[in-house]
């Protein structure tokens, strides 16, 4: 299987080195894994350089606004039950400017998978600190140091109800496949954190991130749960009431 | 088949909203159009419909323009703060050209000014209210029937121009009962490809070509001037009433003020009326023409005066514009009787 065949608009803008390719690469490999049909397909991202990737991934794809994918996500899958809806966000995206959002798709436990490109720092804008930025970190807005505390962000997951909540990184590209097959064949509200680098902002080398992420610890799934999904919840509702006499 | 009955202005949004083919609606709890969110909840899942109550009004405009991206005819209401919190994903809808209607019940603010009091302070965040560049079809009923058939239009207009619609509504309308005989009205198509029939479409709020970012300025320029063309010249979106054409003084009214222009007409001789049903596009052209032999024309508004500002531009020197305005609640017939004469 070719990659590219899935993607357009190439050249990407990514700069050399960052994590988004190879998160990307995972997908692509992953969706092929899975046997979902590619029209049945459709991703969502959010703004930032994660949000990017509809703009290069060839199948149905939704570029929406900073922090509110999990939204528009939401509407496109109860809209058309049939769809598998994939969401790509950023950390900042996801968790801060989004995080209300984040909380409340995994409270109702609606069948999206979600995949977070974590690389705990904004790199669009320039480097500021974000939701999982680690202490005492000094980025464009913490130049003295980061007093924030980060998100954990598998145990967000699971405290706000996600069903399917694993933690992966860019360095465990098998891992990562495997985790997204995974999280594409549960029913349910998934998540999948990747830990990936931004060697632009976070001004390390590529290969030193890589070899960071290699000792991230833990990874793999902490979270799988079936429980009665969102969706399915809705459409049980809509036959019992329409049977209702009026 | 249509017969009497008693309805109330939010209600007869949601009757519109469903014989349109509306079947998504996304919305939060907010004074006074809750209850279009407590009548959709109950009718939606009856005609196979969506009714879902999202965590605020960003995430209620943002799943309704997802849903309508998949294929559904989808709207949501709300009131001033929350119809602030939509602005953002207002733009999107407009760049992105995706069909949704956003009704605004309208109440005093700003903030939270007095919940439970009418007002038309939004009318011009209705039409200028996301950032950037934009074109937007604005409705306002004055009264039940109004709501109704004016909601029907606005999900006829978004789905055909491919734009958000808003309808501006506000508390004594939403909340008023009147004996009305709603007439049938055609169900709306989506005219658009949607998502999932593997046709691979790209959406994005970037300046793009079919869902491709571009940068060129010139581009962009083509870009913001089509949205506009495409609202602007298009021959069924602005309508308006005329009422005693030859008079030479003439009230200008939009949303409930057009209740006390109808009053005063009672009393009041030589005074005519020209109810704006679309607020934008501003109707220029219709009411220069009505004004050509007009000596006097009075706007009253529950706001500080804001539409007024917009007659003048167009009317230039041409009559002398009056702005009666009233705050929190209707104007009185007795305002505009002390300027007429
Ligand atoms: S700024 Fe960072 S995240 Fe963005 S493309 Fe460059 S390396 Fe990747």
């Known amino acids: 299987m070719n990659v590219k065949d899935y993607l357009v608009n190439l050249p990407h803008t990514w700069c050399a080195g960052c994590g988004n390719g190879i998160i990307l690469g995972a997908f692509i490999r992953a969706f092929k ?32 606004t900073h922090g509110r994918a999990l939204a528009f996500a939401t509407g496109i899958k109860l809209a058309n039950p049939e769809l598998k809806v994939v969401v790509m966000m950023g950390d900042g995206d996801a968790l801060a400017i989004g995080g209300n959002h984040f909380i409340h798709s995994a409270r109702r ?34 130049p003295y140091g980061n007093l924030e505390n980060p998100f954990n962000v598998v145990d967000l997951a699971i405290a706000a109800g996600a069903t399917y909540v694993a933690r992966c990184t860019t360095f465990h590209v098998k891992k990562l496949e495997k985790s997204i097959v995974e999280a594409l064949l549960h029913k349910g509200f998934s998540v999948i954190e990747v830990i990936t680098g ?22 793999g799934v902490f979270k799988k749960e079936e429980k009665e999904e969102f969706v399915d919840k809705y459409l049980k509702l809509v036959k019992s009431v329409k049977t209702e006499k009026l | 088949m249509t017969r009497m009955e008693l309805v109330q202005g939010n209600e007869a949004v949601v009757k519109a909203a469903i014989n349109a083919g509306c079947r998504f609606y996304a919305g939060y709890p907010i004074t006074p159009s809750s209850e279009i969110m407590h009548l959709m909840a109950k009718e939606m899942p009856r005609v196979g419909g969506v009714f879902i109550q ?76 996301s950032h950037g560049d934009y074109p937007i079809i604005v409705l306002s009923p004055s009264d039940v029937l109004d709501s109704y058939v004016l909601t029907a239009k606005a999900f006829y207009l ?23 005989n709603l007439p049938n009205i055609e169900r709306v198509e989506k005219n658009m490809p949607i998502l999932g029939e593997g046709r691979k479409l790209h959406y994005t709020g970037l300046a793009n070509e079919n869902g491709f970012a571009i940068y060129e300025p010139e581009k962009y320029e083509r870009l913001i001037k089509r949205l506009f063309n495409k609202i602007e010249c298009a021959k069924d979106v602005i309508s308006y009433k005329i009422e005693n054409p030859d008079a030479k003084t003439m009230i200008f009214a939009y949303g409930s003020p ?5 009053a005063v007409l009672k009393i009041a001789k030589n005074v005519g009326i020209f109810k704006a049903e679309t607020v934008f596009p501003f109707p220029e052209r219709a009411l220069k023409k009505a004004s050509k032999d007009v000596e006097k024309i009075i706007v009253p508004e ?40």
């Open chain 2, 158 to 180: 978004a789905e055909k121009y491919r734009t958000p619609v808003i309808l501006l509504t506000d508390e004594i309308i939403g909340h008023m009962r009147e004996s009305v």
């Open chain 1, 109 to 142: 436990n609606i069948d999206l998978t979600v995949i977070i490109f974590n690389n705990s720092v904004y790199g669009m804008t320039g480097g500021q600190q974000s939701p999982t930025t680690q202490l005492n970190a000094k980025t464009a807005t913490t």
């Open chain 1, 198 to 219: 931004c060697p632009t902002q976070q001004k390390v080398k590529p290969a030193e991130l890589i070899k960071l992420q290699k000792n991230i610890k833990p990874i």
């Open chain 2, 302 to 341: 529950m706001n500080v005066g804001k539409i007024v500002n917009e007659v003048k531009r167009v009317v230039g020197d041409s009559c002398q514009v009056v702005s009666v305005t009233k705050l929190a609640q209707l104007v009185d017939p007795q305002a505009i009787l002390k300027v007429i004469e």
């Open chain 2, 54 to 129: 999202m965590e605020d009004e960003i995430t209620s405009i943002a799943a309704a323009i997802g849903a309508s991206m998949a294929g559904k005819i989808a709207m949501t209401a709300t009131s001033g703060p929350g119809f602030s919190l939509m602005q953002e994903n207002i733009g999107y809808a407009a760049m992105a050209e995706i069909p949704v209607v956003i009704v605004d019940v309208m109440r005093v603010g700003p903030s939270t000014g007095i919940p439970t009091a009418p007002s038309q302070g939004d009318v011009m965040q209705a039409r200028y209210g």
């Open chain 2, 258 to 262: 057009y209740r006390t222009a109808k």
């Open chain 1, 33 to 64: 894994k899975s046997g979902i049909d590619k029209d049945k397909l459709v991703v969502v991202s959010g703004i930032g350089c994660s949000g990017r990737v509809t703009q290069y991934l060839n199948f149905d794809a939704v570029h929406t």
